[in-house]
């Protein structure tokens, strides 16, 4: 595309977007998107009308559309990159072998999220491999891309061949993956295994049975997801003993407590059934020793009266409000 062409464009939807941007929906979608979001704002209707009036003023080509996607993408504006897959979702049915690069460039240099690499590897790259364009080897190289976006398109992709490819050829091809570091890499391979799975059970299975001691445990999870309890345990990870080492020592013991600071929290009960608490020098907490331990004690206090609580055993005998006077006590009574 000539420099001047894709300026007058570029120009075109910045000018759009800031027109109708809106910084509160930006923030509201940001949630979605733990690795980042930078976002004009914009809804997907005002998307699709932007996508025609493109159509409409500019008329670019198929081959057009693949050179402007890699810049859109490396503006880091989500709304500049959900745009340029929609301009290229209008052609689909006549995609060329000619794109089929100029979409890896997108995901190796220009693609930041989960959502563009997701919608690219449903709706764009299964296009290739619908109309024959190109194999599934045409992939290889995108499982070696430093791009751990590009990586992840690889299984997404194949989604679309469970039903139609041979199963172990998929497996097969997805196997040099297993050990892939990246989370996002990760899910993206048991999203494959699991809906492969749901077609082909057998193969699957066995395939994890090969991986379940090595292969990332997330994997393992997401492709298991659907399965019952009891088949999910055939795939759970065996623990393995770690040599002592200085993140892996064992703690040091610890040392014997006294007799009189053992179960402090719970004290055992005494003859009665009660539960006594000692100090250090044995004493309970009413302030006198337990009964095994007379010579350690002082003598517990009664409790001082209340000299202002009033003494209701020399309170006058008034008559109540029917007049008669008030019944004596059955004490008093039986004197």
Known sequence: ME????????KYCEHYFFEYENPDLAIRNARYFTEGYDAYGLDEEQLRTLKYNVLDKFEPTIIEIGELGAPFFRTGKYEFGSLAIL???KFRPRFCAELFPLIKEWLDNGVENWAHTDVISTKLTPVFLELKLVELDAF??????????????????????RETADPKELLDFIEPMMQDQEKVVQQGLGWFLRKLWSIHPEEVEEFLERF????????????TEKMSKEKKKRFIKEHVNRPKGPANQARPQQRNKPAHQKNRNNPPKDNQGYKHRRDNHGNTAEGHARPDNPNRSHQSRPKPSNPNKPDNSKKPNHP???????PKPNSQRDQ
């Open 3 to 10: 420099e001047n062409r894709y300026k007058e464009i570029y």
């Open 87 to 89: 301009l290229l979702k």
């Open 140 to 161: 290889a190289d995108w499982r070696l891309s430093s791009s751990k976006w590009t990586r992840r398109a690889v299984p997404v992709t194949m989604i679309w061949l």
């Open 212 to 223: 379940s001691q090595t292969a990332p445990r997330l994997i393992i999870q997401h492709a």
């Open 320 to 326: 109540n409000k029917t007049g008669k006077p008030r």
